[in-house]
Structure formats: C-alpha cells, structure tokens
T-cell receptor, first 111, second 116 residues
Framework: DQQVKQNSPSLSVQEGRISILNCDYTNSMFDYFLWYKKYPAEGPTFLISISSIKDKNEDGRFTVFLNKSAKHLSLHIVPSQPGDSAVYFCAASADFNKFYFGSGTKLNVKP | KAGVTQTPRYLIKTRGQQVTLSCSPI?????VSWYQQTPGQGLQFLFEYFSETQRNKGNFPGRFSGRQFSNSRSEMNVSTLELGDSALYLCASSSMLRQGKDYGYTFGSGTRLTVV
C-alpha cells in the first residue's frame, strides 16, 4: 500500500524556468513532510521540510506547498539550474522517525 | 563534522547466504533508520533504532533484522538472501525528534547489495 505517491517518474524543464514536482498522500495522520534530492551513487540529501501547521515553506530557490484538504504536496524550484538535475523524493511521517517515501521523480534541467 | 558512514559500499552475495551491513551515524545522533531502495519503489522503511532499542518497524519479513550499539552504530542483517533482496540499503541518522525548520535525516551513501 503506497501511502505516498509521486505520479510523474520524470520531468524535463528548461534552465531558468520553474520546476514543479508533485506528491500525493493518502494518510490524513501525516503531519510532517520532507523533500530529498538524490544523485546516482549517493545517499539522498535533505532539501526542505514542512509541518502540517503551515501551507508554505521557502528556502532560497526551493518552496514547498502543502494542501492538506487535497492531501497534496509540491516542490517549486525557481529558477531551475542544470545542477538541479537529480531524482527528487517526497516523504511523509506521522510517527517521529518513520517516514514513507514516494517512488521519486527524475528531474532533468536542460541548459 | 563527519557524515553518516556505511560499509561496505558494494557487496555481492549468493542466494541463501546472510549479510551484515554497518552504519555509523553522525556523532551525537542517537536515532538510526534503515531503508531499502529498489528501482521504481522509492525508499521502503525497514526499521529505526534509538538508544539501542527498535522504536519503529516497517513491513519486511523477519529475515531482516537490526541492532544498535551503545555508541549508536547500527548493523542490519539479512538472512537467507533472495534475489529480490538486491537493492541499495540506506542508513539515516537524526539527532532527536523533530526540531527546527531544518529537521531531516542525514543519509549515508548506501550499500549496494547484489544477490546472485
């Protein structure tokens, strides 16, 4: 039972434009959400988080939006850079350090 | 500060064998979690240890086990290996419960296990 879903396996955007990565979840008890970036042969790197008491969190070029009623999470990267090309995972938790991860979206930013 | 260290980086084992993977968390981190990553499946939670106690467990068979030592280092063991156990095994450490806007696991680079 996949409680966190990333329905787009891949996304391609032009350098300088906005990248929008989406994530849906089914468990209404989830109250903490994370985004990670992963390069091949490396472990995932933490990008940004948001708790369910907020609907938006910004950190530089990265903004995460949370729509609790729709059980939907999105990551916006503006402007996109070629170095952002990686696999992005969203994760959700209702229980301390137990996270459910999506299957990932591979982002390709074209120069 | 040193990151999360996983050893070995690569491992090839035969079906039916057992394997032990090691994870050294960031100094001061007491929570260690293990994940399995397979293509198209994302990261699947295996278990989490905190202060030598298993605090959370995912939906994996009993062939997957782990432990944590008093210095917070953790090992996971897979017995009677199957071909489907081939995956990247990731370990993540965190300092405590959620704190601050920068909460998140720090992952190691993983151990790539191939079962033949």
């Amino acid at each position: 039972d996949q409680q966190v879903k990333q329905n787009s396996p891949s996304l391609s955007v032009q350098e300088g434009r906005i990248s929008i990565l989406n994530c849906d979840y089914t468990n209404s008890m989830f109250d903490y959400f994370l985004w990670y970036k992963k390069y091949p042969a490396e472990g995932p790197t933490f990008l940004i988080s948001i708790s369910s008491i907020k609907d938006k969190n910004e950190d530089g070029r990265f903004t995460v939006f949370l729509n609790k009623s729709a059980k939907h999470l999105s990551l916006h990267i503006v402007p996109s850079q070629p170095g952002d090309s990686a696999v992005y995972f969203c994760a959700a938790s209702a229980d301390f350090n137990k996270f459910y991860f999506g299957s990932g979206t591979k982002l390709n930013v074209k120069p | 500060k040193a990151g999360v260290t996983q050893t070995p980086r690569y491992l090839i084992k035969t079906r039916g064998q057992q394997v032990t993977l090691s994870c050294s968390p960031i100094s001061g981190h007491r929570s260690v979690s293990w994940y399995q990553q397979t293509p198209g499946q994302g990261l699947q939670f295996l278990f989490e240890y905190f202060s030598e106690t298993q605090r959370n467990k995912g939906n994996f068979p009993g062939r997957f086990s782990g432990r944590q030592f008093s210095n917070s280092r953790s090992e996971m063991n897979v017995s009677t290996l199957e071909l489907g156990d081939s995956a990247l095994y990731l370990c993540a450490s965190s300092s405590m419960l959620r704190q601050g806007k920068d909460y998140g696991y720090t992952f190691g680079s993983g151990t790539r296990l191939t079962v033949v």
